[in-house]
């Protein structure tokens, strides 16, 4: 009947078109749609990936902030009581190590850019240890100024008759000029 109409070459090429169009019926509806999805899955995974480098980056721009921080002193302090604050710490301190205050300089300002670097200045007199014992308390525990310098030095007290020890502490803060 109908089979019989056709040749067996025109059948071979009919089942030919036919597997054609059935090849791309199924990439237009499966295969694309799979390849579609699994671009978009690996450009979401890139983007996470992405995503987490930026995460872990910030926290090590914010762990370097906070260590710089805790390396410059306190950010937001007040630069005329700053001294006044160092004074009583070391004050506090300075009963149970046997140290003087000698001499207080007046606070210094330093301008660089945007940024002021105040400097406070104390001459501070004891023994060995308990000197060293206060740098130690400072550098630990006094978190409103850093502790830049500490200079030792002896003075012959002609009174006494004996050599004396001093140190002299120098203080930083740094502040952003906005």
């Known amino acids: 009947m109908m089979q019989d109409k056709f040749t067996y070459k025109q059948k071979k090429i009919g089942v030919f078109v036919l597997f054609v169009l059935v090849l791309l019926l199924g990439y237009k509806r499966i295969i694309r749609n799979t390849i579609i999805e699994a671009n978009r899955y690996l450009k979401n995974k890139n983007i996470k990936k992405n995503e987490e480098g930026i995460r872990r980056s910030i926290l090590n721009v914010q762990n370097e902030i906070y260590n710089l921080d805790d390396y410059l002193g306190e950010e937001n302090f007040n630069e005329h009581q700053i001294q006044q604050e160092i004074l009583e710490f070391i004050t506090s301190k300075e009963s149970n190590n046997n140290v003087t205050v000698t001499d207080i300089r007046p606070t210094h300002s330093y301008l660089v850019g945007n940024y002021s670097i105040i400097s406070n200045s104390f001459t501070l007199k004891g ?35 004996k050599e004396e020890l001093f140190v002299e502490l120098l203080f930083q803060n740094f502040k952003h000029d906005k």
């Open 127 to 161: 023994r060995y240890n308990s000197l060293i014992n206060l740098i130690y308390q400072i550098e630990k525990k006094f978190r409103k100024s850093k502790l830049n310098n500490a200079r030792f030095f002896k003075k012959r007290n002609y009174k006494l008759k």
